[in-house]
């Protein structure tokens, strides 16, 4: 467990299962969306966990890489903290680009056409050719492989999750500017969050939400809550000693906070108030020492940080699962898919579900043992090596 920032790997975990029944409502469960969002609004603001994610990106990166960035000199360069992110984010990613393309051209070869349920039939996208649909166009392959798709206009397409990693590569890119918020006492840093909150409320208000995930507003949510992170450090560093970080009940209220506020409607008030639930949970989680307690026990322990540990896995294999899942189903054997829309019983909505999570969540164990890991290490003894020669012939 991650004793320095506690707590922080569980949040991912946790975030990464409710981005997952956010889509998962559009194609595992669509006959009951609208009665569930009759009684919570809780998945349908299913997308709003992906800012979490933002900002403990910020957080972490700020921890891991701050003091190095700001050291004269540097002990980590610009060029080998890109490749050490590139290697954590890219491999993966890669591989599952390369497993949605594999079934397209099988699809293109036996003439199968576009299917994901009853609501894309509604909208028309049923049967659309391999290549063609609005998930999957070949002219959106150059920025995906690139991991560019948000500068485009492409919208979701292909690993339809992987717009947030697009958004993660620009702010590394931006990562020596924005570092000095989380390492100095500066104007800029005390600015920093009231410029990142005007960001968002622009975004808000000018859009009527925050589920914005291409173009420069995509760019300016995701860079202004990574901004977040990495001016909540020092605050996380200052508050450690805090007496209120030493009980329960200032986490519990942190960690109920934004469940209790995502059972409402979005409004732009509402939205920007739950961003700062977010900054407050990350806060006080980030603050637990190493006391013991009932509530500790049951956010932080083996399950909840393997959970954290596969959520990278969990987020990118979840379009190929539910998207490339529906359409092998439905091929493979079309009446199954038939008779399971047409069901209205919630309690086999809710096997179902538990269902594709034991299988999402399976697969993610296995990609993070056998793929993320092994090829994050695999690539980063190989720059290390090329470094180092680099450096002899230099």
Not at 29 to 53: C, K, R
Not at 280 to 290: D, E, M, R
């Amino acid at each position: 467990m991650n004793q320095s920032l506690p707590l922080l790997t569980p949040l991912r975990g946790i975030a990464a299962l409710m981005v997952v029944l956010f889509h998962a409502r559009l194609l595992l469960f669509p006959q009951w969306m609208e009665s569930i969002a009759g009684h919570t609004q809780l998945i349908e603001n299913g997308y709003l966990w992906v800012d979490l994610f933002f900002i403990l990106s910020g957080v972490v990166l700020a921890h891991v890489y701050g003091e190095a960035f700001t050291r004269t000199p540097r002990t980590v360069s610009y060029g080998r903290f890109l490749w050490l992110r590139l290697t954590r984010v890219y491999p993966l990613y890669l591989v599952t680009l390369l497993l949605l393309v594999g079934w397209e051209l099988y699809k293109a070869q036996h003439g199968v056409g576009f299917y994901a349920g009853p609501l894309f039939k509604m909208w028309e996208w049923e049967g659309m050719p391999p290549f063609g649909s609005p998930f999957t166009p070949a002219e959106a392959l150059p920025s995906a492989f690139l991991l560019l798709q948000v500068v485009t206009d492409h919208g979701l397409t292909w690993n339809f999750a992987a717009w947030s990693l697009s958004v993660e590569w620009i702010s590394y890119l931006l990562f020596p500017l924005l570092i000095p918020l989380a390492v100095t006492r500066s104007r800029w840093s005390h600015l920093a969050p009231l410029l990142a909150l005007t960001v968002l409320a622009f975004i808000v208000h000018s859009r009527g939400t925050l589920d914005v995930t291409s173009g420069a507003l995509a760019v300016g949510r995701g860079v202004s809550e990574f901004v977040l992170g990495l001016w909540l450090l020092p605050r996380v560093k200052a508050a450690k000693g805090l007496p209120m970080m030493k009980h329960d009940l200032p986490l519990l209220v942190a960690f109920v906070l934004p469940f209790a506020l995502m059972q409402f409607t979005m409004t732009p008030q509402l939205t920007l108030l739950l961003i700062g639930s977010y900054v407050l949970l990350i806060w006080i989680a980030a603050c637990q020492g190493n006391r013991q307690s009932p509530l500790l026990r049951l956010l932080d322990n083996h399950f909840t940080n393997w959970l954290g540990d596969l959520s990278y896995s969990i987020y990118l294999l979840h379009a190929l699962v539910l998207l490339t899942g529906c359409e092998l189903i439905h091929y493979l054997a079309p009446g199954i898919t038939e008779w399971w829309y047409g069901q209205t019983n919630p309690l086999l909505g809710v096997v179902a579900t538990l269902l594709m999570l034991a299988v999402l969540i399976g697969l993610s164990a296995l990609s993070y043992n056998l793929l993320e890991r092994p090829l994050q290490r695999r690539l980063r003894r190989w720059g290390k090596a090329r470094q180092q020669v680099l450096e002899q012939a230099g």
